[in-house]
C-alpha cells in the first residue's frame, strides 16, 4: 500500500530536489528493511542502534531517524452498545486494547546475562516507572532495588516505562531516560503512551520481553516505584520455600478476592460492562508488589496471549492465573493496602514495624532512604 501511495504522489507531483530526495531516501530504506507487519504493529527503523552491553555502558546511543508504529484504531469499537457515552480514555481503551507491539526506545538485552546465562538470576526486580520520576528510581538504585549478591544470590533490576507528552517535552523526558540508562543499565522502555491504562499493556511487554532475554530467572518481584520493599528478607523467603527454585508455581502477594469492577465512571479505576461483562474479578494480588517465580510468569505471558486486554493489570494478571488454573496466594508480610502501624500516638515509621515485612506501599523517596538505612542499622534494637 506505501508502494502504491508513493506512485501516485510520484506520478502527480512535480518534484523538487528536496521531495525527491525524501521519496529517494523512504523508497530505499523500504528496500533495505522492508516491512514486517504483525496483527498489528508496522515499524521501520533507521539509524544508529547499539544495543546496551552490560559492561560498556558508556557506549549506548540509541538514534532514531524516524520510527514510528501502527497499530491501527479499531475502527468497529465504536459500534460498542453506548460507546459514545464512555468517557473518553475508556473508549481510547476499546480502540486500541488489541496493540500489543510497540518499537522498544531503550533495551538491554545482557540484563540478565544472556537467555543461558539468566539462570544465575535469582530475584529481578522489575519496577513500573514513569519517565518524569527520576527521583524515585535514584533511591531505588540506592535502597532496596540496588543490584547485589544478597546471601550468595544476584539480584537484578529492571525499569519499566513508556513514554509521556508530546514534542519537545516527550524529548526530553526521553532523554532524560537515555542519560540514566547509559549509567545504570536499567531501562526498558516502549514507545507507548505511559498512562495508568496502560499499565496491562507494559506488563505484556515486559513478559514478552522476558521470554526472550531472561527465560531462565527463579523469581520475579512485580511491582510499583512507591513501595518498600525489604529484598533481604524476600531473599530469605524464597530462599527456603520447599522445593521450589522458580521452576514450580509461585504468585505470593497482597491477596484480594471477591472484588468487584468498579461501575463508577469517575473512579480512577472505572471498568464498563462493555470492558468486562461479568460482575466479579477472580482473585489476584495487588499490584504494589507481589513475588512470582519464573515458571508462573512464563505461563501468565502464554495465557495473555488469549486473553482480551483489561487495563487494571493486577485484575488482568488474577485472569491469566484463573485461566491456567493457577492460584495466587497470600503472603502476610505484604501490605499494598497501607502502612502497618497500629495507631496515630506511635511513629508511623518506626523501623521495627518494617524490618521483618516483605514490602509496604506507599513511601515518598526521603522516606525510602530513611527507613532502608534505619532498617538495617545494626545497632536497631527491636522489642518482641
Ligand atoms: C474490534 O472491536 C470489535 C468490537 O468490540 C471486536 O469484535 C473485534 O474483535 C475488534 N478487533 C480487533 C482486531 O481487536
Ligand atoms: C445503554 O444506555 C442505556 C440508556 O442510558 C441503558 O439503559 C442501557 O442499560 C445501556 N446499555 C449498556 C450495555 O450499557
Ligand atoms: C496506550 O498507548 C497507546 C500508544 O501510545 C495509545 O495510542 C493509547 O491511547 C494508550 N491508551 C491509553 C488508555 O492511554
Ligand atoms: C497520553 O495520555 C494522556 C492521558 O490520557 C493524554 O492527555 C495525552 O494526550 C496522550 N498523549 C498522546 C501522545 O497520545
Ligand atoms: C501455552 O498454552 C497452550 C494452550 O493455550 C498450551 O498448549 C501450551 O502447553 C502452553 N505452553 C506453556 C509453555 O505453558
Redesign the pocket.
Given at each position: 500500500m506505501l508502494r502504491v501511495l508513493l506512485y501516485r504522489f510520484l506520478r502527480r507531483n512535480i518534484l523538487s530536489g528536496k521531495t525527491f530526495l525524501l521519496v529517494g531516501t523512504l523508497l530505499m530504506v523500504i528496500y533495505l528493511y522492508g516491512y514486517s507487519p504483525d496483527h498489528c504493529a508496522v515499524h521501520l527503523k533507521v539509524g544508529v542502534r547499539r544495543d546496551v552491553h552490560q559492561n560498556e555502558p558508556s557506549t549506548t546511543e540509541t538514534t532514531y531517524a524516524f520510527s514510528w508504529t501502527q497499530c491501527q484504531q479499531n475502527m468497529s469499537a465504536a459500534h460498542i452498545?453506548?460507546f459514545t457515552?464512555l468517557p473518553g480514555n475508556i473508549q481510547n481503551v476499546l480502540y486500541y486494547r488489541h496493540c500489543r507491539h510497540f518499537p522498544m526506545l531503550l533495551d538491554n538485552p545482557g540484563k540478565c546475562g544472556g537467555p543461558d546465562g539468566s539462570s544465575e538470576v535469582f530475584l529481578l526486580l522489575v519496577i513500573k516507572s514513569s519517565p518524569k520520576n527520576y527521583e524515585r528510581r535514584e533511591v531505588l538504585r540506592k535502597t532496596w532495588a540496588k543490584e547485589r549478591l544478597q546471601n550468595g544470590a544476584w539480584i537484578r533490576r529492571i525499569f519499566l516505562s513508556g513514554t509521556m507528552e508530546a514534542g519537545f517535552r516527550k524529548e526530553r523526558l526521553n532523554k532524560l531516560l537515555e542519560l540514566e540508562h547509559r549509567e545504570y543499565n536499567d531501562i526498558l522502555q516502549w514507545d507507548f503512551n505511559d498512562t495508568f491504562y496502560n499499565l496491562t499493556l507494559k506488563q505484556i511487554l515486559f513478559l514478552q520481553w522476558m521470554e526472550k532475554n531472561c527465560p531462565h530467572v527463579h523469581f520475579l518481584l512485580n511491582g510499583d516505584e512507591d513501595v518498600f520493599a525489604n529484598t533481604d528478607n524476600m531473599v530469605e523467603y524464597l530462599q527456603n520455600l520447599q522445593d521450589n527454585n522458580g521452576n514450580k508455581h509461585l504468585f505470593t502477594g497482597h491477596l484480594i478476592y471477591n472484588a468487584k469492577p468498579i461501575r463508577y465512571a469517575r473512579s480512577k479505576y472505572f471498568i464498563p460492562?462493555q470492558l468486562h461483562q461479568s460482575d466479579k474479578y477472580p482473585a489476584y494480588c495487588g499490584g504494589g508488589g507481589f513475588l512470582l517465580s519464573g515458571y508462573t510468569a512464563k505461563v501468565i505471558y502464554n495465557m495473555s496471549r488469549s486473553i482480551t486486554m483489561l487495563p487494571i493489570d493486577d485484575v488482568y494478571m488474577g485472569m491469566c492465573l484463573a485461566k491456567a488454573g493457577l492460584r495466587p496466594e497470600s503472603h502476610m508480610g505484604v501490605k499494598t493496602a497501607g502502612h502497618p502501624f497500629p495507631s496515630s500516638r506511635v511513629d508511623a515509621y518506626d523501623p521495627c514495624f518494617y524490618k521483618d515485612l516483605l514490602l509496604v506501599h506507599r513511601f515518598l523517596p526521603d522516606e525510602m532512604y530513611l527507613m532502608w538505612h534505619r532498617t538495617h542499622d545494626p545497632n536497631l534494637i527491636c522489642g518482641v
Open positions: 452498545t453506548n457515552s460492562v
